[in-house]
C-alpha cells in the first residue's frame, strides 16, 4: 500500500505544495480548543490531481482553507512553489462549495470579478471570453446566476477560479449540490478540463467514487481530530469514462481501499 | 451588540401572504368593493344617525372640497398644487439626506466595531424615542421655513435605513465575503462589490419605511407652523372647521404616500431583480 508516500516524494523533487507537519487549532468560545487538523505531511506536484476524500469533520476544509492562504496553520510549515503561504495567493484559484457567485453580477462579470479586485485592473474580455468557450458557456455572458442550473453555476465558479490564471485550482465540494447525472458530466469536463490546462488541481470530496475516478492520487482523512489516514496512487489509464472505468479491477480494488480506511478511521475515533 | 439585537432593530417588510389563491381581478374587484362598501357605511351614517357636517362631512362634500381645490391652475392660492409641491419637496429632500447619512453611518457602524460599540446603544435610544417629540426642538434650530421640515424629514428617514443598512451588511454570507478574501480584495472592495449589494434589500426595505416617515415628519414640522404645505392646509381648515376639506387633504397626502410607495417599489424591482426574482 502506497500510504506513506508523501515523506518521501518531498526529498526526491520540490513539491508544488508541500505541507509538513502542519496543524491548525482553533479555540472555541468556552475557552477550549478543537483540533480542526492534527499535525500532516502533504505534498503536490505541479500538474498533478489530488483528491481529498473524507467525512464530514475530518478538517479537508481546514487543509483546503490553509493551502487558499485562508487560515494560518497553528504548527508546521507549509509552502507553495517552494515559498512559505501567506494569505491569499494569485497562484490558488478557489472554486467554493455551492459556486458562491454574486447574484448581481451576469454571468461574465461573475467571471471577471478577480481582474477587477485585489490589486487587479483588467478588463480581461479576452480571458473571460476564452474561460466560458473552454467550458461551454458561450451565450450565457449576459445571463445572471438564478438564470442558470446549478452544473452551469458552477462552470462559472470554475472559470472565476481560473481567471488570473493560477498554478492551482482548489475546488471545495463544487459538486456537492448536483444531480447524480450533472455530476458525472462535470466530472468529465473537470478531468478534460485538466488535461487541457495543465493545471494543478486538488479536490475535496466526500464522494469516493469522484474521488476514485478523477485523481491522480486520493489522500484519504479521517474525523476527530482531522487527519490524513491514506494516500493512495490511482493508477488508472486516462482518459477515464464512466462505461468502462468504473469496472477496472484496479477502480474496485482502490474503491474498497478507500471505504476501509475510512471504516477504520470512524471506529477509531469512536471507541 | 451582537447579531441577535440587530435583527430585532431591523426594520423588516414581513412576507405578507394570504394564503388564498384568487385571480388578481377577483382582488381588484373585491378591494373595490370594500371602499364602495366603506363609502356606504359612511354616508349612511351621515344621513340615517344625523352625525353633524363638522364631524364627519357627507363623502360629496369631501369630494366637493376635493374637486374645488383641484380644479384651479396651479399657481393658484387657493389649490392644492402649491402646498402640495411645498410638502412634497421638502420630504423628498429630508429624505434624500437622511438616507444618505442613515446608509452611511450603518456602513460605518457595521464595518467598525469601535464605531458601533459607540454609537449602537445612542443610536437604539434614540430609536425608541418617538421622534416626533424633537419637531419643537427642530423648530427652534431651523425656523418656520423650509429648513425645519427637510431637517425633521431627513430625522425620521435617517434611522430605518441606518438600522437597515447595518443589519443587512452584517448578514452578508460569510461565503461571499470568504471569496472575496480569497481574492485578496481590499476592505472597500469588499464593501462596494459585495457588503452593499448583499445589503440591497434591506436597504430598500428601509427606503419604502424612510420615505412614509420623511413624510411623516415634513406633516409634523408644518403643524408647528409654516407658510405653506399640506399641514398648513390641514390645521387652517381645521380652524375654519371646513371639516371636508381636512377629509380632502388627508386624502391627497394617502395617495402621494402610496405614490411614492410605488416609486420605490418600482427601483427595487429594477435594481435588485435577483431577490425580486427568487421570491417567485
Known amino acids: 500500500m502506497e500510504t506513506t508516500a508523501s515523506a518521501t516524494t518531498i526529498a526526491a523533487r520540490a513539491p508544488l505544495i508541500a505541507a509538513t507537519g502542519v496543524a491548525k487549532t482553533y479555540r472555541t468560545a468556552d475557552g477550549g480548543t478543537i483540533e480542526a487538523l492534527a499535525p500532516s505531511n502533504l505534498s503536490i506536484d505541479d500538474g498533478e490531481f489530488v483528491a481529498i476524500v473524507g467525512p464530514t469533520g475530518c478538517g479537508k476544509s481546514t487543509l483546503m482553507r490553509l493551502i487558499a492562504g485562508l487560515v494560518e496553520p497553528s504548527v508546521g510549515r507549509l509552502a507553495l512553489g517552494g515559498r512559505r503561504i501567506a494569505g491569499a495567493s494569485r497562484e490558488v484559484g478557489v472554486a467554493f462549495q455551492n459556486a458562491t457567485l454574486l447574484p448581481w453580477l451576469t454571468v461574465a462579470d461573475n467571471v471577471r470579478l478577480p481582474l477587477r479586485v485585489g490589486g487587479w485592473r483588467t478588463a480581461g474580455n479576452d480571458r473571460v471570453g476564452e474561460l466560458l468557450a473552454m467550458t461551454g458557456l458561450v451565450g450565457f455572458e449576459n445571463k445572471y446566476p438564478y438564470e442558470l442550473s446549478g452544473g452551469m453555476q458552477q462552470r462559472v465558479a470554475i472559470c472565476r477560479a481560473l481567471a488570473r490564471d493560477p498554478k492551482v485550482l482548489l475546488m471545495d465540494e463544487p459538486f456537492g449540490a448536483l444531480d447524480a447525472l450533472t455530476r458525472e458530466r462535470m466530472n468529465l469536463e473537470l478531468q478534460q478540463l485538466w488535461s487541457v490546462s495543465g493545471k494543478t488541481v486538488v479536490l475535496i470530496t466526500h464522494s469516493i467514487a469522484e474521488a476514485v475516478f478523477l485523481g491522480d492520487r486520493v489522500v484519504v482523512m479521517s474525523a476527530r481530530p482531522g487527519r490524513i489516514v491514506g494516500d493512495l496512487r490511482i493508477d488508472l489509464p486516462r482518459p477515464r469514462s464512466f462505461e468502462t472505468t468504473p469496472g477496472e479491477p484496479t477502480y474496485l480494488r482502490l474503491t474498497r481501499e478507500i471505504r476501509a480506511l475510512l471504516d477504520r478511521g470512524a471506529s477509531a475515533a469512536t471507541p | ?280
Not at chain 2, 88 to 117: D, H, K, P, Q, W
Not at chain 2, 129 to 158: E, N, Q, R, T, Y
Open chain 2, 1 to 280: 451588540m451582537s447579531r441577535l439585537d440587530a435583527e430585532d432593530l431591523s426594520f423588516e417588510r414581513s412576507g405578507a401572504s394570504a394564503g388564498y389563491a384568487l385571480g388578481p381581478l377577483f382582488r381588484l374587484a373585491l378591494t373595490l368593493a370594500g371602499g364602495v362598501a366603506l363609502v356606504l357605511v359612511w354616508e349612511g351614517c351621515v344621513d340615517w344617525l344625523k352625525v353633524p357636517p363638522y364631524i364627519l362631512p357627507p363623502p360629496i362634500a369631501v369630494a366637493r372640497a376635493l374637486w374645488s381645490g383641484l380644479d384651479v391652475p396651479l399657481d393658484s392660492p387657493a389649490g392644492f398644487y402649491l402646498p402640495i409641491a411645498s410638502t412634497l419637496s421638502n420630504a423628498i429632500s429630508g429624505f434624500a439626506i437622511g438616507a444618505v447619512l442613515g446608509i452611511a453611518t450603518g456602513s460605518i457602524m457595521a464595518e467598525s466595531r469601535i464605531v458601533e460599540i459607540v454609537l449602537m446603544p445612542y443610536a437604539f435610544a434614540l430609536q425608541v424615542l418617538p421622534k416626533v417629540a424633537i419637531a419643537p426642538l427642530v423648530v427652534i434650530w431651523f425656523g418656520f421655513g423650509d429648513g425645519s421640515k427637510i431637517a425633521m424629514a431627513a430625522l425620521l428617514a435617517f434611522f430605518p435605513l441606518m438600522v437597515n443598512s447595518f443589519t443587512g451588511i452584517r448578514m452578508t454570507e460569510p461565503e461571499r465575503l470568504e471569496l472575496m478574501r480569497a481574492l485578496s480584495a481590499s476592505r472597500l472592495e469588499t464593501y462596494r462589490v459585495v457588503k452593499l449589494p448583499s445589503a440591497a434589500p434591506y436597504i430598500f426595505a428601509g427606503l419604502d419605511m424612510g420615505m412614509v416617515y420623511a413624510l411623516l415628519g415634513t406633516i409634523v414640522a408644518e403643524f408647528l407652523g409654516a407658510q405653506q404645505g399640506i399641514g398648513v392646509t390641514i390645521v387652517q381648515a381645521q380652524a375654519a372647521t371646513d371639516v371636508a376639506s381636512v377629509f380632502a387633504a388627508l386624502i391627497l397626502l394617502g395617495v402621494i404616500g402610496i405614490m411614492l410607495h410605488l416609486v420605490i417599489r418600482f427601483g427595487e424591482r429594477r435594481i435588485i431583480h435577483w431577490t425580486v426574482r427568487h421570491k417567485t
